[in-house]
């Protein structure tokens, strides 16, 4: 937020602040006895749910807000009365399944409001594009059997969380419908930029969604302490571009990014790329993309070669 009140951005928005989730949304992805669970710690005033994941006073109330803003985030974008726009929240949502915490994530706050769209008649086909450097294992396990919801994902491999291997294709209704292209260590936007040419656009425009989200993490930067990708902050404004225009509109819902001022920089490209400007509130030097390696292009082609097939 102070990112984008330095570069002037905050003045260009409608900012939203959501009410918290009730089970009955939050219900439609995630199973009663593991929001009983999270409600049992909440009120005991936090706790550890993994090695990675522990609840504080408010965590809860701060996840199930996410989750709501995403769903009101779609409502407000489907319904034509915002264009775009950027759910900024923590904590982060895609490591999440069903039936547990994962990976500092509580409720999945995309995986919500895709089966809320859904359900509600407000979209058919919802397509999740997630660049975080994470593997979105929860995302892909709630929507594994379904052919109503895409879910693309770009991301560092192997790495946590262990998942997101070309193999991993969906099964029963929703074989095909997930798509992983893992990359190398030190992959950079020569490399993610043939992988949206060859494999995320043309996944996405064959599938036809009516509504795009975007797990927009940014610990793909190079500046990041916990990922080593090569990504600059202007490559999410180019990224962000692409994506928009793959739907009727889109929503980005922050998940990782854990250097603090690259954090701000994607954040700040990403919503000039959805106001239709150039980037604003990046440093120079960082607009510039990184060279990538000739390993990262070679698992871009052998990803793509495997979708065709």
């Given at each position: 937020m102070s990112a984008l009140e330095d570069a002037d951005l905050d003045g260009a928005l409608d900012v939203h602040t959501p009410e918290p989730a009730g089970r009955e949304i939050v219900g439609l992805v995630h199973e009663a006895g593991y929001l009983d669970l999270l409600e049992r710690l909440d009120a005991a005033g936090g706790g550890r749910l993994d090695p990675d994941t522990r609840m504080g006073p408010g965590s809860l109330e701060a996840a199930l807000r996410a989750s709501q803003g995403t769903c009101d985030a779609v409502e407000r974008v489907v319904a034509g009365n915002w264009h775009s726009a950027f759910v900024c929240v923590r904590p982060p949502g895609?490591?999440?399944?069903?039936?547990?915490?994962?990976?500092?994530?509580?409720?999945?706050?995309?995986?919500?409001?895709?089966?809320?769209?859904?359900?509600?008649?407000?979209?058919?086909?919802?397509?999740?594009?997630d660049w975080d450097a994470h593997h979105g294992n929860g995302t892909q396990d709630i929507f594994y059997a379904d052919?109503?919801?895409?879910?693309?994902?770009?991301?560092?491999?192997?790495?946590?969380?262990?998942?997101?291997?070309?193999?991993?294709?969906?099964?029963?209704?929703?074989?095909?419908?997930?798509?992983?292209?893992?990359?190398?260590?030190?992959?950079?936007?020569?490399?993610?930029?043939?992988a949206f040419d060859e494999i995320v656009v043309p996944e996405t425009e064959r599938f036809g969604p009516d509504l795009v989200l975007v797990s927009a993490g940014y610990d793909a930067h190079h500046a990041d302490p916990l990922c080593m990708m090569r990504l600059t902050a202007g490559a999410f404004h180019r990224f962000t571009r692409r994506?928009?225009?793959?739907?009727?509109?889109?929503?980005?819902?922050?998940?990782?990014?854990?250097?603090?001022?690259?954090?701000?920089?994607?954040?700040?490209?990403?919503?000039?790329?959805?106001?239709?400007?150039?980037?604003?509130?990046?440093?120079?030097?960082e607009l510039e993309p990184m060279s990538g390696i000739v390993e990262a292009l070679s698992w871009v082609d052998d990803a793509a070669a495997a979708h065709r097939a």
């Amino acid at each position: 937020m102070s990112a984008l009140e330095d570069a002037d951005l905050d003045g260009a928005l409608d900012v939203h602040t959501p009410e918290p989730a009730g089970r009955e949304i939050v219900g439609l992805v995630h199973e009663a006895g593991y929001l009983d669970l999270l409600e049992r710690l909440d009120a005991a005033g936090g706790g550890r749910l993994d090695p990675d994941t522990r609840m504080g006073p408010g965590s809860l109330e701060a996840a199930l807000r996410a989750s709501q803003g995403t769903c009101d985030a779609v409502e407000r974008v489907v319904a034509g009365n915002w264009h775009s726009a950027f759910v900024c929240v923590r904590p982060p949502g895609h490591h999440a399944p069903a039936d547990r915490a994962m990976g500092f994530c509580l409720t999945n706050h995309v995986a919500v409001a895709a089966r809320w769209a859904i359900v509600a008649g407000l979209a058919q086909r919802v397509a999740i594009v997630d660049w975080d450097a994470h593997h979105g294992n929860g995302t892909q396990d709630i929507f594994y059997a379904d052919a109503d919801v895409l879910y693309v994902s770009l991301h560092q491999y192997p790495f946590y969380p262990g998942t997101g291997s070309l193999t991993e294709r969906g099964v029963g209704p929703g074989s095909g419908f997930t798509v992983n292209v893992p990359l190398p260590a030190g992959a950079a936007e020569d490399a993610y930029g043939r992988a949206f040419d060859e494999i995320v656009v043309p996944e996405t425009e064959r599938f036809g969604p009516d509504l795009v989200l975007v797990s927009a993490g940014y610990d793909a930067h190079h500046a990041d302490p916990l990922c080593m990708m090569r990504l600059t902050a202007g490559a999410f404004h180019r990224f962000t571009r692409r994506v928009s225009s793959l739907g009727a509109g889109a929503v980005c819902v922050l998940e990782g990014g854990y250097d603090l001022d690259a954090l701000g920089w994607g954040v700040c490209a990403t919503i000039s790329a959805l106001l239709g400007r150039d980037p604003v509130g990046v440093p120079d030097g960082e607009l510039e993309p990184m060279s990538g390696i000739v390993e990262a292009l070679s698992w871009v082609d052998d990803a793509a070669a495997a979708h065709r097939a």
